[in-house]
């Protein structure tokens, strides 16, 4: 049975590595995102305590600043005032922009406030230090307008402060709410990952045990005897398409053989029947043979006794007449049933003709065309004779007495097999009785093509039969019109090669 293709063609590594990867890549996928909004999360958290810090800082610079300044004012030293000119230096640049982002609108307001006074307070203490330097007595007044200054500054960078703390704590809550979300959420991604990863697994292992099911189920089918089950083909062509295939072809092989097995065993037992066909002929014939006979011995010593009676009393026509009769008998009782040669069946048809020609008066004439090559070529014996039997009783009636009653006897070699012909020129053979004659049964009750008290027992059915058997083929025996002569003409085929067999067997 020719398979069809399958619809996919891959191994089960290949199956199981495909979907394991996807899982992976998608795991792996879900991993990055919630790595990268992690860390926007630490990012933002941390950028919320970031602007606390950036006002204490702001708020310890401020205070040094001062200090440093108080102390120049009232001190007057180089010290003092170096120290005053580096938190100088550093308050100026942690000094707002004015486009900085802002959390909210009062804060926003209180960063413009502190900017602004932190710019006047930076011009107010360099004034009071330019004063103080160049012995000027209103350096004072601008100390002290700074010194108003600055606790302005404190006082809002305090209230920024705290500003800052309730928006930076409602922020953490956020964060915190949005991290408790993301727990969730990543929760969930590995929940559906693991529901994703065993779906996938279990449609594998569906599509991998759902055919190999089938398959032992089929294959428990078949050792219950049912050969002729239908193997279902597996929708993929891996492992299991495989073992599938190989499984039906070995069905189709055991089917195929118990088939070869079936024929084997049909073909013995109608050799065996033929066997016990042929032994039953034989037999048949010996039997009718021996009934025709009283006893072989005593028959041999009587014509013995005839022939040297004869020959005493100078008959010498008589003495030929039971030399060929004795001569007749013994071939009868050496080659029947046994396998003889092509030459000594033409003795046993010539001691028949001349008992026959004596018999009638020679009437009969036999006209011989022999290649002598293949006169020793095996033949079953009981052959030849009962074919020239037939034609001297069937092929002459009576009322065509005086026509000249001719036999040819021919043996010759065509192509790879010899060939014996024995063709008369009697009133010839209908084509009916030509097929009763080919393929008509033979039993052992069937003794001749009709009961004769003349003929020996074996007719052309049962020459028909045994030569078949004797070279195990059909087309060895024919019968047909005999041309232009008219008769009947019968041919024998005896193949060369199993002719050889035969003729080594006999050796």
């Not at 100390?143 to 500054?153: F, I, N, R």
């Not at 279990?202 to 190999?212: E, N, Q, T, Y």
């Not at 040669?341 to 009969?364: C, K, P, S, W």
């Amino acid at each position: 049975m020719k398979r069809q293709k399958p619809r996919f063609t891959q191994s089960l590594q290949t199956r199981l590595i495909v979907p394991l990867i996807l899982v992976l890549v998608l795991i792996f996928a879900t991993n990055v995102g919630m790595f990268f909004r992690v860390n926007r999360s630490i990012d933002h958290l941390n950028s919320v305590y970031s602007t606390s810090v950036e006002i204490t800082r702001y708020g310890n610079t401020l205070n040094s600043l001062q200090k440093s300044f108080t102390e120049y004012v009232n001190t007057h030293s180089e010290e003092a005032l170096h120290e005053y000119e580096e938190w100088h230096r550093t308050l100026a640049t942690m000094v707002p922009s004015d486009d900085a982002p802002l959390t909210n609108h009062a804060a926003r307001i209180l960063e413009k406030n502190i900017r602004s006074m932190t710019l006047s307070y930076l011009s107010l203490m360099d004034a009071s230090v330019s004063k103080k330097n160049a012995d000027n007595a209103h350096y004072q007044q601008d100390y002290l307008e700074a010194t108003q200054v600055y606790k302005y500054l404190v006082t809002n960078i305090r209230t920024l402060d705290v500003l800052r703390f309730q928006n930076n704590s409602e922020n953490y809550d956020i964060l915190a709410a949005s991290l408790h979300t993301l727990e969730q959420f990543i929760l969930l991604i590995l929940v559906g990952m693991s529901m994703i990863l065993i779906l996938l697994v279990s449609m594998f292992l569906r599509s991998i045990i759902r055919p190999l099911r089938l398959l032992a189920e089929q294959a428990r089918e078949a050792e219950a005897g049912n050969l002729e089950v239908k193997i279902t083909e597996p929708p993929y062509q891996d492992e299991v398409g495989v073992l599938a295939a190989a499984f039906e072809q070995m069905l189709e092989a055991i089917r195929q053989n118990i088939v070869e097995i079936r024929a084997h065993a049909e073909r013995e037992l109608e050799m065996k029947e033929k066997e016990l066909v042929t032994a039953n002929l034989l037999k048949d014939a010996e039997l009718k043979f021996y009934q025709a006979q009283i006893s072989p011995h005593f028959l041999f010593n009587t014509l013995n006794a005839g022939q040297q009676l004869a020959m005493m009393e100078g008959a010498e026509r008589t003495y030929s007449f039971m030399e060929n009769t004795a001569e007749f008998f013994r071939g009868q009782l050496r080659n029947n049933g046994n396998t003889s040669t092509i030459r000594n069946e033409i003795e046993l048809v010539d001691h028949y003709m001349y008992i026959m020609n004596v018999r009638f008066a020679g009437e009969y004439h036999v006209v011989k065309r022999i290649n002598e090559k293949l006169l020793d070529t095996c033949f079953p014996g009981m052959v030849l004779q009962p074919i020239v039997e037939n034609a001297i009783h069937y092929a002459f009636p009576m009322e065509e007495e005086e026509k000249e009653k001719k036999i040819l006897l021919h043996v010759y070699q065509e192509a790879e097999q010899v060939v014996i012909e024995v063709q008369d020129n009697g009133i010839g053979i209908t084509e009916e009785k030509i097929r009763s004659i080919m393929t008509g049964p033979v039993a052992p009750t069937m003794v001749g093509e009709k009961a004769s008290p003349q003929g020996n027992g074996v007719g052309l059915r049962n020459v028909r039969e045994r030569l078949k058997l004797f070279y195990q083929q059909e087309a060895v025996f024919s019968i047909d019109t005999g041309g232009g002569e008219g008769g009947t003409r019968v041919r024998i085929f005896v193949p060369k090669a199993v002719e050889e067999e035969k003729e080594a067997e006999h050796v």
